[in-house]
């Protein structure tokens, strides 16, 4: 190989990589648009699918914006995301990675239809808990190839485990797990308007930490209050385990530790920035630019997480050959079948019926 065709190949790299980026960063924006259609309760501004009150464009007034808004965003990411499919696919060697470009055009194409699903059947709890999920799921999914697509995720495993980095990867992967369960939680809080069921932390104005009353949707929203604290402590272990291990790491894990401190403290602000609605001036409402910058950072959350396992994995596990690979695909299948299966006993669950 020449070095005039080494050199075009790297820059075509470069450029896919940074593609990459660009198309997860547009996923997070769209979970972003898709929060503030839910806290300005705008799911239904737009009644009809795909058509917006028949239109490509309407006007874009009022809770219009929200929607119609984020299915323009939501688009763009579903053109985004075949685009770099079919680039992976003509640029990339390895199968592996090719196969995840299309699994996330099929996602994305999913989470189009589901949420087009959603519009017509009038936003039951039951689709809109896992249309918020797959849009979590989809993002960590883009963030994955793009990690695929970097330089440090071409580079081949290690012949040899780096000391204490099969721990690292350990409490990084249990601390991802954990901050999924707990965007599905909020999902599930957050669809069955519980998001405010408990409208004071920690204690109220007599001193105390749990409600006199308690019903279905007090116990949700304690449900994801109390598992962020289970939370908190895993992913600053997870943190400091690969900071630990991998001192080049170190960025990374001081950021992902920051950033879950001030996820705690954005759902805390939540509560404490709640509105009254103008209808009764008594029923709590949320302030939107607060909860809906709570969904976004708990996503980024996630897949700074997800890709601090990645890297440390990386270098945790040695180099494998087909058949090792052919066992870790299968355990991913496996894990993704449990998810959906989770996600659909949560979405047949309390709000299944209303």
Not at 80 to 108: C, I, K, P, S
Not at 119 to 146: D, E, N, Y
Request: proline share 5%; glycine share 10%; net charge positive.
């Amino acid at each position: 190989m020449t070095r005039a065709a080494t050199s075009h190949g790297a820059a075509s790299g470069a450029a896919r990589r940074r593609f990459a980026a660009g198309v997860a960063a547009f996923a997070l924006l769209v979970i972003f648009a898709g929060a503030q259609v839910k806290s300005h309760q705008a799911g239904l501004a737009v009644p009809d699918w795909p058509l917006s009150y028949g239109q490509w464009m309407p006007p874009m007034v009022g809770n219009i914006f929200h929607e119609h808004g984020h299915r323009i965003v939501a688009a763009t990411v579903g053109l985004l995301t075949v685009a770099l499919a079919a680039w992976t696919a003509v640029a990339e060697v390895r199968r592996g990675v090719r196969a995840l470009a299309w699994w996330a055009v099929a996602v994305v194409i999913a989470q189009g239809l589901l949420g087009g699903l959603t519009v017509r059947q009038l936003l039951p709890p039951q689709l809109s808990i896992t249309h918020a999920v797959l849009a979590q799921t989809f993002f960590v999914l883009v963030c994955t190839l793009a990690f695929a697509c970097s330089r440090e995720g071409a580079a081949p495993a290690a012949k040899a485990p780096a000391p204490a980095a099969g721990a690292a990867a350990r409490a990084a992967g249990l601390a991802a797990g954990a901050l999924w369960v707990q965007l599905v939680l909020g999902a599930v809080m957050r669809h069955n308007e519980a998001g405010l069921a408990v409208p004071y932390f920690p204690l109220d104005a007599a001193g105390r930490a749990w409600p006199v009353e308690v019903d279905l949707r007090v116990v949700l929203h304690l449900l994801h209050r109390g598992f962020a604290f289970c939370v908190l402590p895993l992913v600053l272990l997870a943190a400091w385990r690969a900071a630990r291990a991998l001192p080049r790491l170190r960025a990374h894990a001081a950021l992902t530790g920051a950033l879950v401190l001030a996820q705690v403290l954005l759902g805390a602000s939540v509560i404490w920035t709640a509105g009254r609605s103008s209808a009764d001036n008594l029923t709590p409402v949320v302030a939107p630019a607060w909860a809906s910058t709570h969904v976004a950072l708990g996503a980024a959350l996630l897949a700074l997480t997800w890709l601090l396992f990645l890297r440390v994995r990386h270098v945790a596990r040695p180099a494998r050959g087909a058949a090792g690979a052919r066992a870790e695909r299968t355990a991913i299948v496996a894990a993704i079948a449990l998810a959906g299966a989770l996600v659909a006993l949560i979405a047949g669950g309390p709000g299944a019926g209303a």
